[in-house]
């Protein structure tokens, strides 16, 4: 694939398909929502809002992180708190499924269907890729970022037309696009993070507290394997509680589960062959500074069957 001439391309056809309108577009600071933020800016320039939404579902410090490295590439981003929003609307919804339907609608109907009447907007560009099209199509799991595929019309059910750049790179190919653009390392080469971000890595409820468990978990994990040269890696926090041993007394605490990949566009994984040394240094890490988790786990069955993501 020729990177420039793909960025000129879509840069071409966006703005040809805004024309005289204005886009809004979510940037989390993921490697497809920050290329079609810059390929937005690019093409739109002030006729472009764009806006991190804070769910309370985002790993330790990101929401600041993010705005904070666009705003020194030259792309103003506004922060909107809507973390209140999605803990209702996940409140008592076990069903994965569910989960992911609850955090759609809260973030297309709601919370951007709020932005999308206050800004005038007509257009929304988000970064869904091959990938995520494929998967859901095929139904090995729902993308929250998939709708026409589905038979779904946006402006009909949420008011705005939706400009998809990326549907036709998988993960490999938006990298090389995001290194074209000059955006830095920590972004062309991040490593892939759900839509529905924390939720996705929790199995049963989602709570404020549920979250901050498997945020803490997720922080250790990615300072531990970062050198892995994985192509992800995760925690997950698991439903049930488990039998465990704290100052010679039997406790109930909370299981967290580790996946590790490698993979080159997440279509199929092999769990990487981590070291006893690596997993036995990150139970101990994530145990003795996150007491609720009293066991923590290795998965080692590829995708298929087993999928990158728990949920």
Request: proline share 5%.
């Amino acid at each position: 694939m020729n990177a420039e001439k793909f960025i000129n391309e879509q840069i071409r056809k966006i703005s040809e398909t805004v024309g005289h309108g204005s886009a809004i577009n979510a940037l989390s600071g993921g490697v497809d929502s920050s290329v079609v933020t810059m390929l937005g800016h690019k093409a739109l320039g002030k006729k472009l809002t764009t806006y991190f939404i804070d769910n309370g579902l985002m790993r330790q410090g990101e929401p600041q992180a993010v705005v904070s490295l666009f705003e020194r590439l030259g792309v103003p981003v506004k922060l909107i708190d809507s973390q209140k929003e999605f803990f209702d609307a996940l409140k008592g919804i076990i069903d994965p499924e569910k989960k992911r339907e609850a955090i759609t609608q809260t973030f297309y109907k709601k919370v951007f269907g709020r932005l999308v009447q206050e800004s005038n907007a007509k257009f929304l560009l988000q970064g869904t890729n091959l990938t995520d099209i494929e998967e859901t199509v095929a139904g090995i799991k729902r993308q929250h970022n998939v709708f026409e595929q589905l038979g779904i019309d946006p402006k009909k059910v949420f008011g705005y037309r939706i400009i998809e750049p990326l549907i036709q790179l998988r993960k490999d190919g938006v990298r090389k696009v995001a290194k074209a653009l000059g955006l830095p390392k920590s972004v062309y080469h991040r490593i892939p993070f759900p839509g529905p971000a924390l939720s996705a890595r929790v199995i049963g409820e989602v709570t404020p507290r549920r979250i901050k468990v498997v945020r803490k978990a997720t922080a250790i994990t990615e300072e531990e394997l970062a050198d892995t040269g994985a192509f992800q890696y995760l925690a997950i926090l698991h439903r049930d509680r488990v039998t465990g041993v704290r100052d010679g007394k039997r406790v109930y605490g909370l299981q967290i589960e580790i996946r590790c990949w490698d993979s080159i566009d997440a279509r199929i994984a092999e769990p990487t062959r981590l070291s006893h040394e690596i997993l036995w240094k990150l139970a101990e890490k994530i145990t003795k500074e996150i007491l609720e988790v009293v066991s923590v786990t290795y998965n080692i069955t590829p995708k298929p069957p087993s999928t990158i993501e728990a949920i």
